[in-house]
């Protein structure tokens, strides 16, 4: 039986049972890194168990593994999940955080800390990192905590802020873009789409794959560190994106309704949130998916009409 070689360059993905924290460890370990990743209901048999908010535990992980790079993808990302929970939100977003990011500091290990474009208010788009930012919700709130947090106690890590995520989901309900097939799906019903805040959706993908090469890039050059951004570059309102996937399957979109009005419910949202991506741009780090393209992959398993697969995949 011969060795298997294990790569030499080591990275801790947390949340890595997630949508975002999958792409991020399957995007490392095809690229030669030796990835450990953590989740927590849903972690074994393929993750370690860990309970971000059990400091004893991620100061083992930490340094029994020793890692290079630790990617912190977990977070609690739903914003009237937050509202209704907020303890427990900022306990995630903001302590956890600030400890994982100071274990990161002691073994010498890069962290980039996964945030949102919902740091900002959304009236004066489009965002460079610089911008004050001036989150509406308390999500934004807790995520905007996280980064001081962070950049607290690891003078040396990173802040990426990323808007709307999809892309290959376990379930619909794990992306709020995804979330959307089943109404575009069934077109005997009239469905109402947010027509007002401007979106950028965004694939897992390819935010992995900037991960990645921020990693590679730090490794290089000590100087790689503070806040970037990164973002899709078709703006989108939810009633858009909705009609974009019905023409990628060819289904039916008349029964899409348009909501123009700011929505009243749940926690505020920005208006149009636009990331600068210029300086990870500059950086020659980043990569895009069509939404088209990337959505279609993303959605074809859960297609109610078998029928149309045979059409567009033969």
């Known amino acids: 039986q011969e060795d298997v070689e294990i790569p030499s360059r080591r990275v801790l993905v947390t949340g890595a049972t997630g949508l975002l924290g999958r792409a991020v460890f399957k995007e490392f370990r095809e690229n030669n890194w030796n990835a450990v990743g953590c989740g927590y209901r849903r972690a074994q048999p393929r993750f370690e168990q860990i309970n971000l908010l059990d400091s004893i535990a991620v100061h083992d992980i930490i340094h029994d593994f020793q890692p290079h790079v630790v990617v912190h993808c977990a977070a609690?990302?739903?914003?009237?999940?937050v509202e209704s929970h907020p303890d427990a939100a900022s306990q995630l977003n903001v302590a956890a955080s600030g400890n994982l990011a100071k274990e990161a500091a002691g073994v010498g290990a890069f962290l980039i800390y996964i945030s949102t474009d919902y740091v900002f208010d959304g009236t004066n788009p489009?965002?460079?990192?610089?911008?004050?930012?001036?989150?509406?919700?308390?999500?934004?709130?807790?995520?905007?905590?996280?980064?001081?947090?962070?950049?607290?106690?690891?003078?040396?890590?990173?802040v990426l802020r990323i808007p709307v995520l999809y892309g290959e989901v376990e379930r619909l309900e794990e992306s709020a873009v995804t979330v959307m097939f089943d109404k575009v799906q069934f077109s005997n019903k009239?469905?109402?789409?947010?027509?007002?805040?401007?979106?950028?959706?965004?694939?897992?993908?390819?935010?992995?794959?900037?991960?990645?090469?921020?990693?590679?890039?730090?490794?290089?050059?000590?100087?790689?560190?503070?806040?970037?951004h990164w973002s899709g570059n078709e703006q989108m309102t939810k009633y858009e994106m909705a009609c974009a996937i019905a023409d990628a399957f060819n289904l039916p979109s008349s029964h899409l309704r348009p909501i123009t009005d700011c929505p009243v419910v749940g926690a505020l949202r920005p208006r149009n949130a636009q990331l600068?991506?210029?300086?990870?741009?500059m950086l020659g780090?980043?990569?895009?998916t069509p939404f088209r393209a990337g959505i279609k992959e993303s959605l074809w398993p859960f297609l109610?009409?078998?029928r149309w697969r045979q059409t567009v995949f033969h």
């Open 76 to 81: 609690e990302r739903r914003p009237d999940v």
């Open 126 to 158: 489009p965002y460079k990192e610089t911008d004050v930012p001036n989150p509406l919700n308390l999500y934004g709130k807790t995520k905007l905590e996280g980064e001081k947090a962070v950049l607290e106690n690891h003078e040396g890590a990173a």
């Open 190 to 228: 009239s469905a109402n789409m947010d027509h007002w805040q401007q979106r950028f959706p965004t694939n897992v993908k390819d935010v992995a794959g900037v991960c990645r090469q921020l990693a590679e890039k730090r490794m290089l050059d000590p100087s790689v560190k503070g806040t970037f």
């Open 276 to 281: 600068d991506c210029s300086k990870l741009e």
């Open 285 to 288: 780090i980043g990569q895009r």
């Open 304 to 306: 109610v009409d078998k």
